[in-house]
C-alpha cells in the first residue's frame, strides 16, 4: 500500500565483559554466558536468562558440559527479582553473580536455591528441575 512503512524487528548482538546481551527489538536478554569461574566439579558452563516480556518471573537456565567423572547436565532456578531496584539496574551482573555463588557447590546444580544476599536479599530463585550429570561408567 502507498504511504505504509514496514519495519523489521532487528537484533543485536553486544559482547560486553559480562557475556553476551541480545536486543530483541524490545528487550534484552542474557544468553549462553560462560560462567567466570567453574563449579567445584571443573566443568564448564554457561547461563542463560529465560523469560518473557514484562515484569514477571525469570527462570535462570544452566547448562554444564561432561567432565572426566560425570556427563553433561543443566538445571533450571525460578524467580522474581523485579522488587529488588539493583537488579532493575544491574541485571547482567545480578546474573553473573548468581553464577558465581552456583559455582561455590560441588556442581553448578547442587543449591536448592540461589539468593544474591549482598543487593537483593529475599528474592530467590529456586530450582525447578536438573538433568544429567550422572557417574561415567569405565
Known amino acids: 500500500m502507498a504511504g505504509e512503512i514496514r519495519m523489521k524487528r532487528a537484533m543485536v548482538l553486544i559482547v560486553t565483559g559480562l557475556g553476551l546481551l541480545v536486543w530483541g527489538g524490545s528487550s534484552w536478554a542474557i544468553d549462553n ?11 564448564n558452563c554457561v547461563y542463560t536468562e529465560k523469560r518473557k516480556s514484562g515484569s514477571g518471573p525469570r527462570t535462570l537456565l544452566i547448562q554444564c558440559g561432561a567432565t572426566e567423572t560425570k556427563t553433561a547436565y543443566e538445571c533450571a532456578y525460578k524467580g522474581n527479582p523485579h522488587g529488588c531496584r539493583w537488579y532493575n539496574k ?9 553464577s558465581k555463588i552456583a559455582a561455590r557447590y560441588k556442581t553448578a546444580c547442587s543449591a536448592r536455591n540461589l539468593e544474591h544476599r549482598k543487593k537483593c536479599s529475599g528474592y530467590v530463585f529456586n530450582r525447578t528441575y536438573v538433568k544429567g550429570g550422572k557417574k561415567k561408567r569405565k
Open 33 to 43: 554466558v560462560p560462567f567466570d569461574k567453574a563449579p567445584r566439579d571443573g566443568a
Open 90 to 98: 544491574n541485571q547482567a551482573r545480578f546474573y553473573n553473580d548468581l
